[in-house]
């Protein structure tokens, strides 16, 4: 929530001096009513103000968040079934930030989320996409032939994958950790590779994303991006 007065002199209309004249004058709205009181709070991702009925749009300031997502929270912005939302856990942030594609409802790990719309434009175009590392771990013991088909490319129904760097990190009686580089981000991508070479995936976390590194960001928790990691993934979308 935020002062009227502070909005409006946010969005270039007036110093906030003039804007409570504006107000005691009778000229803003909020939703259609006048509103003359100064100290009146709005909501500037929800509340349309007008001065003169013309709409005045915040001139929102750009961020760029790092959420390190856990498993059973939707990437969606709306879930008609109710479930926790990743917008949910950015208590504390102002702004109307949205995600930079997608992670499934049970994949956890890096996810950015910002309301810079050309830039998250680009890093999700196929001509511009970031390499993306994943840890997986998959059913069973995964051996050289499987590894193999991994990083050369799997056939998959919607076409090909493109070839993958794929490591072994770790196996147990029936399991295998891997860690998975993949520079597309098909649908479901690493669950549905993993599939195909019969081993599927018991659970996923994206650790890197572009020049970003997950790190030790606790899970729920996020971070603005550090100056020089804008700067990186700028680069990487060839944005400056
Ligand atoms: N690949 C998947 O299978 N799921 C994700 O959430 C991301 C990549």
């Known amino acids: 929530m935020e002062r009227l007065q502070k909005f409006l002199a946010k969005a270039g209309v007036s110093s906030r ?6 107000i005691r004058d009778g000229r803003v709205k909020v939703n259609g009513r006048v509103v ?63 995600p930079v594609g997608r992670l499934d409802y049970l994949t956890e790990g890096l996810l950015l989320l910002t309301n810079d719309g050309e830039l998250a434009y680009r890093l999700s175009h196929p001509s511009y996409e970031v390499d993306k590392t994943y840890i997986a ?3 069973g013991n995964v051996g050289e032939k499987a590894l193999g088909k991994l990083r050369g490319g799997i056939w998959l129904e919607d076409g090909p994958t493109r070839p993958a760097l794929v490591k072994r990190l770790a196996g147990g009686k029936g399991w295998t950790k891997l860690e998975i580089t993949i520079h597309e981000g098909k649908n479901r991508q690493v669950r ?33 991006l550090k100056p020089g990691e804008l700067r990186a993934l700028q680069t990487a979308c060839r944005f400056n």
């Open 17 to 22: 001096r003039q804007a409570e004249n504006l």
């Open 36 to 98: 003359r009181e100064i100290g009146s709070k709005i909501d500037p991702r929800r509340d349309k103000v007008t001065l003169d009925n013309w709409e005045i749009t915040a001139a929102e300031k750009k961020v760029y968040i790092m959420l390190n997502k856990p498993p059973r929270v939707i990437t969606s912005l709306r879930d008609p079934a109710g479930r926790l939302k990743v917008t949910d856990l950015l208590k504390g942030v102002e702004e109307r930030v949205y």
């Open 137 to 139: 771990v998959v059913r």
């Open 192 to 224: 549905r590779m993993c599939e195909a070479v019969g081993h599927p995936v018991l659970s996923l976390k994206r650790v890197r994303y572009g020049p970003l590194y997950l790190g030790d960001l606790a899970s729920g928790a996020y971070r603005h």
